[in-house]
């Protein structure tokens, strides 16, 4: 059987003490924020603005958004902060979402989720138009990508298939788990990862999934998108096995993944870190987004 080690480019790339090639989300994000700054800077800058909308002040919403204006700035992007308090009311964030819409000056609008308890968050996104919705969530995004249409893809699971490739995981006829099915990662991630082109075989985990074990150990790619600390142990894993944790859970020891890091890493082939494996991908797909949408509006050359 081949191994994934086998499979990987691994010129240059560190590798944890088991012999896992670690997939660094910080030194890809690095390397596209930087490609993407000279793409602009190479047709002269033409403006390219990320407009987010932060309602309330959950602290960690705050620091995603906060990293992700850095990160703008880095990509010689525009960006634009809305911050409005969490008793705004419905209508005044429709309202802001409304106005970025029609401002032909913003080419992607983000609005920070959760939005506070009480707010309607999908009729908030209803207003982004798909030309715009650098966050892929809207159903008019969420139906291109079943239909297999051009389009805006969320940045999480965009953002794992740019650490696939990254890496040199081979996807074409391997078989790969995603555990966990919500609209924001599990289910985008699962529809590109079977797209043509990238022609994995996947499967759907979930929480009613039995035997999670039995699902996951002959899988070449494993990927945790639950938020529940340490559900995949080395156990899950085939030898050789590619595994990618998106899951966040916040313990008294910090940020701790879906994925046992110790273990799997003695028996994985390549393997995320938690945190800086996921997490900075999510902002770099932000921003190729954000280009792709100036694209798409006609006011980036394509
Ligand atoms: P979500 O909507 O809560 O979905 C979690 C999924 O996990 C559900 O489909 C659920 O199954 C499944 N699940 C729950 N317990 C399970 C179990 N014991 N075994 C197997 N599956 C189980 O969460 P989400 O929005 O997709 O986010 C998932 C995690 O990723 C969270 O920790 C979130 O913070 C993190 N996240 C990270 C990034 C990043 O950039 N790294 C970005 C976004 C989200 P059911 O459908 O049956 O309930």
Sequence with gaps: MTSMNDLLISGGDERTPGGAI????????????????????????????????????DAPSQRYV?????????????????????DAGQAQVEDVV???????SVHGILVQSPLPNGYDEEKVLSLIPADKDVDGLTSQSMGRLVRGLPGLVGCTPLGVIRLLERYGVATSGQRAVVIGRS???????????????????VTIAHS????????????????????????????HIKPGAAVIDVGISRTEAGIVGDVDFDA?????????????????????????NTLSAARLQGSFPV
């Design 22 to 57: 670690l997939m660094d989300g910080n030194r890809l994000r690095d390397e596209i924020v930087a490609k993407l700054a000279q793409t602009i800077a190479a047709v002269g800058s033409p403006p390219v603005c990320l407009a987010t909308v932060l309602v309330g002040d």
């Design 66 to 86: 906060r990293n992700k204006h850095v990160q703008a700035g880095k990509a010689g992007m525009q960006s634009r902060n809305e911050i409005l308090p969490a």
């Design 98 to 104: 409304g106005r970025l819409a029609n401002d032909p």
């Design 183 to 201: 609209t924001l990662v599990g289910l985008p991630l699962s529809l590109l990862l079977a797209r043509k082109g990238i022609d994995a075989t």
């Design 208 to 235: 009613r999934t039995a035997d999670l074990v039995d699902v996951c150990r002959n899988a070449d790619i494993v990927i945790g998108a639950v938020g529940q600390a340490h559900l995949i142990t080395a156990a």
């Design 264 to 288: 799997v890493q003695a028996v994985a082939g390549a393997i995320t870190p938690m945190p800086g494996g996921t997490g900075p991908m999510t902002i770099a797909c932000l921003l190729e």
